[in-house]
């Protein structure tokens, strides 16, 4: 069973950044692919990044592609979404997941309960 934590949201103005992190406890993440979701108010859930476990592939969604940066540290059993030039669109509910073979909405092991994010002047 794997449990995974969030942090690092928190309000921003447009243009800044912030860091999330995705901490797991009770098994390594090793072996696990990572996924990085959102959902904003009165919207469905969406994709945002996911990275493999075996040789780091990355993917990111077009809304996000250039901005957002997907990465983990094995040693930490963490996962990293480095955020920058935030848009108030970029406003959500921003959760990690887990699974050991795939990426998307559907089929994920574990998730986590989800970080706030809030752009905003």
């Known amino acids: 069973q794997v449990q995974l934590v969030e942090s690092g949201g928190g309000l921003v103005q447009p243009g800044g950044s912030l860091r999330l992190s995705c901490t797991a406890s009770g098994d390594s993440l090793d072996d696990y692919v990572i996924g990085w979701f959102r959902q904003a108010p009165g919207k469905e859930r969406e994709g945002v990044s996911c990275i493999s476990s075996s040789d780091g592939t990355t993917y990111y969604a077009d809304s996000v592609k250039g901005r957002f940066t997907i990465s983990r540290d094995n040693a930490k059993n963490t996962v990293f979404l480095q955020m920058n030039s935030l848009k108030p669109e970029d406003t959500a509910v921003y959760s990690c997941?887990?699974?050991?073979?795939?990426?998307?909405?559907?089929?994920?092991?574990?998730w986590g309960k989800g970080t706030p994010v809030t752009v905003s002047s």
């Open positions: 997941a887990a699974d050991r073979t795939l990426c998307g909405l559907d089929g994920m092991d574990y």
